[in-house]
Nanobody, 118 residues
């Protein structure tokens, strides 16, 4: 079984920076393909924040373009989300997501809370 564990959430002031991490663990040799960060604010649906494919191409939600950066360290099996110039509307639970390279299995982390408030 594959596990995704997020870390790095917390309370920030508007304009600040934070980096989220998502470490993956599982059976030897198992690799994840597409990985992404989603978020869910209170009373709202879960939304895609950023996605990265194995070749390194990335895509971002319009609301975070130019402020957030998604990247991964393949050797460490860790996905990151660098969040800069954060806004109160970035407040949400952030979830790590990964897809198996082979097959159709998908995996979710347990989520990490990010709160932006003055």
């Amino acid at each position: 079984q594959v596990q995704l564990v997020e870390s790095g959430g917390g309370l920030m002031q508007p304009g600040g920076s934070l980096r989220l991490s998502c470490s993956s663990s599982g059976r030897r040799g198992f690799n994840l393909g597409i990985m992404a960060w989603y978020r869910q604010a209170p009373g709202k649906e879960r939304e895609l924040v950023a996605r990265i494919v194995p070749g390194g191409s990335t895509m971002y939600a319009d609301s975070v373009k130019g402020r957030f950066t998604i990247y991964r360290d393949i050797a460490k099996k860790t996905l990151y989300l660098q969040m800069n110039s954060v806004k109160p509307e970035d407040t949400a639970v952030y979830y790590c997501y990964g897809e198996a390279v082979i097959g159709t299995d998908v995996y979710w982390g347990q989520g990490t809370q990010v709160t932006v408030s003055s």
